[in-house]
């Protein structure tokens, strides 16, 4: 059983350009999320996604926009890169508990690291 | 809203003593509770959970965490520390909603 995917492993951008990561979930999953870790941190809350739609954010600016497929992967688009984007950005994968409309445990991807200069 | 304080940022054992990394939360609501690991380049991985069941939960690698409500902490145990146990473990809680909110982590070292 595969577990969370992302691509690519590592990626070099420069400063106002734009940038799209993948992830596919834990098969039998239905909701992922995104967090950006910067050195030395811990993991921040982007969004989640559940059904096609964005359905939590965090503290984050317009220029960090998702998507989800039918499929229940995923991408994450950031454009006009900043220097301060570069982080390691980690999707997580979880399944909808449908007593409580809450997710239930989230399962990590081993991760994309992104460098902008 | 919800928060995490993870005590100590770093902790050095050596490889067969106990180990504590404590954590403090604040929530709202009643928690879910997690600790998960991360080793160096890796991604996360969760080590155990409480979700109101019993206080003492049992987690992967001989790990182990205490709700304590009256005291806001889910402090993580391990009776032996393992050289493999060398990494950065984050405490993490998720309340009235479905984001996870982590701490800042502690960084175990394991002396041989």
């Known amino acids: 059983d595969a577990g969370v995917t992302q691509s690519p492993t590592h990626l070099i951008k420069t400063r106002g350009q734009q940038v799209t990561l993948r992830c596919s979930p834990k098969?039998?999953?239905?909701?992922v999320s995104w967090y950006q870790q910067a050195l030395g941190q811990g993991p921040q809350f982007i969004f989640q996604?559940?059904?096609?739609?964005?359905?939590q954010r965090g503290n984050f600016p317009d220029r960090f926009s998702g998507h989800q497929f039918p499929n229940y992967s995923s991408e994450l688009n950031v454009n006009a890169l900043l220097l301060g984007d570069s982080a390691l950005y980690l999707c997580a994968s979880s399944l909808v508990n449908t007593g409580t409309g809450y997710t239930d445990t989230q399962y990590f991807g081993p991760g994309t690291r992104l460098t902008v200069l | 809203a919800q928060s995490v304080t993870q005590l100590d940022s770093h902790v050095s054992v050596s490889e067969g003593t106990p180990v504590l990394l404590r954590c403090n939360y604040s929530s709202s609501y009643s928690p879910s509770l997690f600790w998960y690991v991360q080793h160096p380049n890796k991604g996360l991985q969760l080590l155990l959970k409480?979700?109101?069941?019993?206080?003492l939960v049992k987690g992967i690698n001989g790990f182990e965490a205490e709700f304590k409500k009256s005291e806001t902490s889910f402090h993580l145990t391990k009776p032996s520390a393992h050289m493999s146990d060398a990494a950065e473990y984050f405490c993490?809680?998720?309340?009235?909603?479905?984001?996870?909110?982590f701490g800042a982590g502690t960084i175990l070292r394991v002396k041989s």
């Open positions: 996604y559940y059904e096609e739609e964005e359905r």
């Open positions: 409480y979700t109101s069941a019993a206080t």
């Open positions: 098969s039998g999953h239905d909701t």
């Open positions: 993490v809680v998720s309340g009235g909603g479905n984001k996870l909110v």
